[in-house]
């Protein structure tokens, strides 16, 4: 079944670090691009971070530059994301994401995990 | 940064009934790199429409994308129970990406 399960979300204090981890199956994980996109609760989505498939191109919102890291493990099909010195304002939902043939458009979501930030 | 202005906020609409929803960009988006999303309570979002006006994978024909420059909109012919949800529209033309603040369309 081709399918992206988040993982790694939970409460931690303003200040504290944490790391989110995507597990992809059923398709070849090297092929495409990968995104992290988040959503405060109640309100719309935001794009957090994109790295392409050889990890040539990496981009970050200006919310999280200098404070998140977007990582990819070809050969464990897996997306990960270090968060560092997390916010209130980083509370939300935070999905990972497929490209879609090549663009950054995304075909394929998780169900996502929750980051809370509060102390 | 393109800022991406969805209208209206909400839609009340009846099943059959044709909708209509707006997406506006503050400068042209590169190459109609426009996207279109449904999502619905407690899921992630799925993806309709990419290039402006290609549906994707699986998604029925009453769903159509148009525009370009800086004009885009997403046409629902005949609402069916299951599309009454939230619609994003995202530009991937350019970084930073962006979301549209979304349009909620309500069961009338």
């Known amino acids: 079944e081709v399918q992206l399960v988040e993982s790694g979300g939970g409460l931690v204090k303003p200040g504290g670090s944490l790391r989110l981890s995507c597990a992809a199956s059923?398709?070849?994980?090297?092929?495409?691009?990968m995104n992290w996109v988040r959503q405060a609760p109640g309100k719309g989505l935001e794009w957090v971070s994109s790295?392409?498939?050889?990890?040539?191109?990496?981009y970050y919102a200006d919310s999280v530059t200098g404070r998140f890291t977007i990582s990819r493990d070809n050969a464990k099909n897996s997306l990960y994301l270090q968060m560092n010195s997390l916010r209130a304002e980083d509370t939300a939902v935070y999905y990972c994401a497929r490209g879609s043939g090549g663009d950054y458009n995304f075909d394929l979501w998780g169900r996502g995990t929750l980051v809370t930030v509060s102390s | 940064e393109i800022v991406l202005t969805q209208s209206p906020g909400a839609l009340s609409l009846s099943p059959g009934e044709r909708a209509t929803l707006s997406c506006r960009a503050s400068?042209?988006?590169?190459?109609?790199?426009l996207a279109w999303y449904q999502q619905k309570p407690g899921q992630a979002p799925r993806l309709l429409i990419y290039g402006a006006s290609s549906r994707a994978t699986g998604i029925p024909d009453r769903f159509s994308g148009s525009g370009s420059g800086t004009d885009f909109t997403l046409t629902i012919s005949r609402l069916e129970p299951e599309d009454f949800a939230v619609y994003y529209c995202?530009?991937?033309?350019?970084?930073?990406?962006?979301f549209g603040g979304g349009t909620k369309v309500e069961i009338k």
């Open positions: 059923g398709f070849t994980f090297s092929s495409y691009s």
């Open positions: 995202q530009q991937y033309g350019s970084s930073p990406l962006t």
């Open positions: 400068q042209s988006v590169t190459s109609s790199y």
């Open positions: 790295i392409s498939s050889s990890t040539s191109y990496i």
